[in-house]
Nanobody, 122 residues
């Protein structure tokens, strides 16, 4: 079974930077390189929002308008880990960040991590 484990969350001051990591395990021996990885975030009372995505080869990135120019999402490295680097953080970036995986030929993200808290103080 696919498992996603996030790390790197914490407290950061406004204007600072933070890097989140997500390690993927349990991938099939076939077709793993066709997966799409993404980050979402959610705050209490709000719906979960898309943040960024990257295809496995790293040739295509998508970013939400809210983080455009302030975030970079890497493709999986040799340990099947992706990194979301965020800078110029604001309190609006506060929330629980979730790693997600979309299998090939799917339009939904079927696998989710447990989430990691990011808190940006003003």
């Amino acid at each position: 079974q696919v498992e996603l484990v996030e790390s790197g969350g914490g407290l950061v001051q406004a204007g600072g930077s933070l890097t989140l990591a997500c390690t993927i395990s349990g991938l099939s021996v076939s077709g793993f390189n066709m997966n799409t990885m993404a980050w979402f975030r959610q705050t209490p009372g709000k719906e979960r929002k898309f943040v960024a995505s990257v295809n496995w080869s790293g040739t295509m990135n998508q970013y939400a308008d809210s983080v455009q120019g302030r975030a970079r999402l890497s493709k999986p490295d040799a340990t099947n880990t992706i990194h979301l680097q965020m800078n110029n953080l604001t309190p609006d970036d506060t929330g629980v960040y979730y790693c997600a995986l979309r299998p090939p030929m799917k339009t939904t993200y079927d696998y989710w991590g447990q989430g990691t808290q990011v808190t940006v103080s003003s």
